[in-house]
T-cell receptor, first 109, second 113 residues
Framework: QKEVEQNSGPLSVPEGAIASLNCTYSDRGSQSFFWYRQYSGKSPELIMFIYSNGDKEDGRFTAQLNKASQYVSLLIRDSQPSDSATYLCAVNSWGKLQFGAGTQVVVTP | GAGVSQSPSNKVTEKGKDVELRCDPISGHTALYWYRQRLGQGLEFLIYFQGNSAPDKSGLPSDRFSAERTGESVSTLTIQRTQQEDSAVYLC???????????FGPGTRLTVT
């Protein structure tokens, strides 16, 4: 079992719709959780981090964390073509980040 | 402020040569991480530093790989006797501490011919 699992996609989302990305993790002791966006040929860019159960909103992005279910999600509202990228879920485990393989999101005009 | 910087941005080397990759973390960040990303693949953890000590070297793929860090500043990743399978983008990240968000540099694209 991989330590951090994400659907690989591609997730096709119409422009203006909500993109919903999911991530599960195996280490119950994990305390911090991150979402990164990676455009093709570029390095990962931090877009959200969350440490407590519940929702955290920042602009068009909402991160949701449920430690009991070992589940993290990212919602992108009003999706734009510029949101087309690979989204990486990362979980801090023993001081280092474990990354999922990423979900490719394609926003179609 | 200034982000994480890495040099060189691109490096082409012949098989068997040694290469040094450099990372300058964000000022004040005590933790520094090295990752590798092969074409079309996910991020592979290599090593991290807390200050100038390396508590976790578990991701280094072989003894040809080594890294060092001077204080809470620059780090170098050295690959000796490069092989074609070492071709990848090498990414560096830094953070305030090991449980905080990491910020990535632009990466060094290494091509071994």
């Amino acid at each position: 079992q991989k330590e951090v699992e994400q659907n690989s996609g591609p997730l096709s989302v119409p422009e203006g719709a909500i993109a919903s990305l999911n991530c599960t993790y195996s280490d119950r002791g994990s305390q911090s959780f991150f979402w990164y966006r990676q455009y093709s040929g570029k390095s990962p860019e931090l877009i959200m981090f969350i440490y407590s159960n519940g929702d955290k909103e920042d602009g068009r992005f909402t991160a949701q964390l449920n430690k009991a279910s070992q589940y993290v999600s990212l919602l992108i509202r009003d999706s734009q073509p510029s949101d087309s990228a690979t989204y990486l879920c990362a979980v801090n485990s023993w001081g280092k980040l474990q990354f999922g393989a990423g979900t490719q999101v394609v926003v179609t005009p | 402020g200034a982000g994480v910087s890495q040099s060189p941005s691109n490096k082409v080397t012949e098989k068997g040569k040694d290469v040094e990759l450099r990372c300058d973390p964000i000022s004040g960040h005590t933790a520094l991480y090295w990752y590798r990303q092969r074409l079309g693949q996910g991020l592979e953890f290599l090593i991290y530093f807390q200050g100038n000590s390396a508590p976790d070297k578990s991701g280094l793929p072989s003894d040809r790989f080594s890294a060092e860090r001077t204080g809470e500043s620059v780090s170098t990743l050295t690959i000796q006797r490069t092989q074609q399978e070492d071709s990848a983008v090498y990414l560096c990240a830094s953070s305030f501490g090991t449980h905080y968000e990491q910020y990535f540099g632009p990466g060094t694209r290494l091509t071994v011919t």
